[in-house]
Structure formats: structure tokens, C-alpha cells
């Protein structure tokens, strides 16, 4: 009981740190909760199990743990965004392409399971499913009325069960609880009776959080193949704060203000189907297919009381991600893990593709390995370079924000650590 203690006491450290996890993924989901999926690209991820961090991505998997297992990570992603002007019309003049929008985040996680009986099973995962950080490194960017920083960061603390039905099936459940922190930074052209006048810069920044479920399932089909089905549920969340108004470039002294601000957003549900088969004693193979309802956010509008309300037009689609893998067992001691995968924006138009996402679809190559310590403590690393063909950009949803015409060069890089532990 003492480990298990001591083991919570760890993953509820684990919190605190979580608040500042940010990163850019499809969307502004982050597939990242742990790293021991990453040399896979998460193939196989709600059928694997091979640690407690199965939790998030299936938590009838808990079920294949015995004892009390722990497990927790990091990864560091590395995105880069850079903008080409090409033709942009705005309020004031257009500035410089604003440098490169992508900067470093770190990803942790952390998770516990708990075999109570034969049959029954607990758990514990925190981690950050979503977060997002677009900051372009000039404020008189030719795009500043549309965005000049974007971040959103999310904890989410997911208690779960899991009941050995027989020894070919399992099932999984649990809630989440998530807490959403966000700002968004952009200027504000400043009208007078001759015309422009200069700029105003308008920051708001909301806190909230919300409730969600989801469930799980295993089969183990043959003695070689195993499938996985899981389901997250939607998280609506409805943070509030303040919206601050501030003078940056208009010659005539203005003084600050400050409003209450509020929104809403309905974060998307998702569903992974997953396979995992063992060719031989050497080879393993992995399959995913997942899909997000991203079609839940239609726009952002934050309400900002006397100063009128703030929408970002984005209509969003519903998402699909597709992931192949293998894993090839060296020897007692290594694993060597590769995968591939295809990962849809929901992001499927020039002209709704916001400054603050400038998101497309992109191919995963992934490459990792796993260590096996001893028979109780396991490490893996993994590594993935994100491809994105070029983004064309021509948002003109908002008149009053002008237009930003051009194109965006964007990659991303992914490296993680996992450490894995059973009692």
C-alpha cells in the first residue's frame, strides 16, 4: 500500500507541471500522452497495453497489468510555422512575415494502475490531450489584426475502471475532468476622422474547465491478435476572464481598459480502433484508425461585454487518422519500433484557415526503441518528424481584420521519453 501511495503522490505532482504543456498537433489535439507509442507513431494504440498509459488511449487495457504499474514521460515538440506574404491587405501597413510562429513545448504524463482482484482494475492518468502555441516573433506582422499569439493549455485527470470479463475480452471506462487555460493576443486598428491611426493591442485571457467519459474494449481474437475500440467523449467547457485594451502604436495618449471576457467551446469526442498482431516471436504489427469530431467547433466567439464580441470563423471538420507500425524484437533486452501514419487537419479551406492554426494535413515517420532494464522497469524513446506539404492562406472572414494572402513552410519535430515500472 505504501508504493501505491507513494505512486499517487507522484502522478498528482505531476499536475502542477502539466499546466504549462503546450504543443501543436492535428488541430490542437496532442496525440502525445505517452512516448512509448511515439516510435510507432501510435499505431496500435488502444490495442498495445504494454504500460499503464494505456489508460488514456484504451482503459480496458489495464486489464493485461498485473500488480501496480506506473508509468510516466515526456515529449518535446518542436513545430515551426513560417509565414510568405503574397498579396496581404490589411487595416494599417503591412509589416514583416512575422518570423517563425513555432516555438518549443514539453509534453508530460503521467499514469498508475492497480490490480485489485483477478477481474477488476484502477487507474489513474493525467496528461494534456490538447494545447496549442502560435506566437509570431514581430507584433507589426502583416497578420497581427488576425492573430499575434495563440495558446491554449489543457490538464486533463482521468480516473478509470477496467473488469476482466473472460480471458478473451475486456472492458474499460472512466471520467475526465479537464481545465482549459487560454490567451489570445492581436492588434486592434485604431479608426479616427482622418482615417488609421495607429494600433491597439486587445489580450483576453480565460480559464475554465468541464466534464467528459469514456470507454474501452479488447479482444483478443487468436492467441496472435488482438483488436481495441475506445471512445472519449466531447468536453464542453465554458471559461471566462478578462479582455485587456492597451495603446501600442496610436500617437494620442489612450488609456488601458480592462472587461470581463467569456466563451464557450465543445472540445471534440474521439473513437480509435485499433489491431495488434504478433507475426512471430521476432515481429509485430500494429494498426490504427481513429476519427475526432473536430465538426463541434464551428467558430470561436469571446464575448468582451462594452467592447463587442470577438469571433474566429473557422468551421472545422470532422477528422481521420490512419497509422501502421512493427516492432521488431532484437534481443531480450531491445525493441526496435518504427511506424507511418496520415493525419487529417480539420482545418480543409484557404479562407478559414486562421494565423492562429495555420494547420494542414501531414505524414508522420517515426522511429524508437525499447529497453527492457530488467523484468519490472522498461525506457523507451522515440523520435517523429511531421511532414506538412505547403499551406496556402487567404483568410478574409473578417473585413474590419483585413486579409492575410500567402503561404506557410511548416514541419514539425516530436522526441520522448517513457519510463515504465510494475510493483
Known sequence: MKKVVSSI????????????????????QIMEQNASGLGNAYAGSGAIAENASTIYYNPAGMTRLQGVNVSGGLTAIRPS?????????????????GGDAGSWAVVPNAYMSWELTPSWYLGLGVGAPFGLMTEYEDGNWTGRYHSKKFEIKTVNVNPSIAYKVNDRLSLGAGV???????????AVPAMGPVG????????????????????????QVTP??????????KVKIDPDGSTKLTNQSVPAPIPARSVNAATSVELP???????????????????????????????????????GQDSLDLRFRDT????????????????????????????????????????????????????????????????????????????????????????????????????????
Open 9 to 28: 503522490r507522484i502522478i498528482s505532482a505531476v499536475v502542477a507541471g502539466l499546466a504549462a504543456a503546450n504543443a501543436h498537433a492535428a488541430g490542437f
Open 81 to 97: 510555422f513560417k509565414f510568405d506574404n503574397e498579396g496581404s491587405r490589411v487595416p494599417g501597413a503591412t509589416g514583416p512575415n
Open 176 to 186: 475526465n475532468w479537464m481545465y482549459l487555460d487560454a490567451e489570445f493576443s492581436r
Open 196 to 219: 488609421y491611426m495607429g494600433d491597439l493591442d486587445a489580450t483576453v485571457k480565460l480559464k475554465g474547465d468541464g466534464w467528459g467519459w469514456n470507454l474501452g474494449a479488447q479482444y
Open 224 to 233: 496472435e491478435t488482438r483488436i481495441g475500440l475506445s471512445y472519449r467523449s
Open 269 to 307: 469526442d474521439t473513437a480509435i480502433f485499433s489491431v495488434v498482431h504478433d507475426l512471430n516471436s521476432k515481429w509485430q504489427l500494429l494498426a490504427d484508425v481513429s476519427w475526432t469530431g473536430w465538426s463541434s467547433i464551428k467558430s470561436l466567439d469571446i464575448d468582451n461585454g462594452p467592447l
Open 320 to 423: 481521420w487518422r490512419v497509422a501502421l507500425g512493427a516492432n521488431y524484437r532484437l534481443n531480450q533486452q531491445w525493441t526496435l519500433k518504427s511506424g507511418l501514419a496520415w493525419d487529417q487537419s480539420p482545418v480543409d479551406s484557404d479562407t478559414y484557415r486562421p494565423t492562429s492554426l495555420p494547420d494542414n494535413n501531414r505524414y508522420w515517420v517515426s522511429v524508437g526503441a525499447q529497453y527492457n532494464v530488467n523484468d519490472r522497469t522498461t525506457v523507451d524513446v522515440g523520435y517523429t518528424h511531421l511532414f506538412l506539404k505547403n499551406t496556402s492562406i487567404n483568410n478574409d472572414t473578417d473585413p474590419t481584420k483585413g486579409t492575410v494572402r500567402g503561404n506557410y513552410d511548416s514541419n514539425a519535430n516530436l522526441i520522448g521519453v517513457q519510463v515504465s515500472h510494475r510493483f
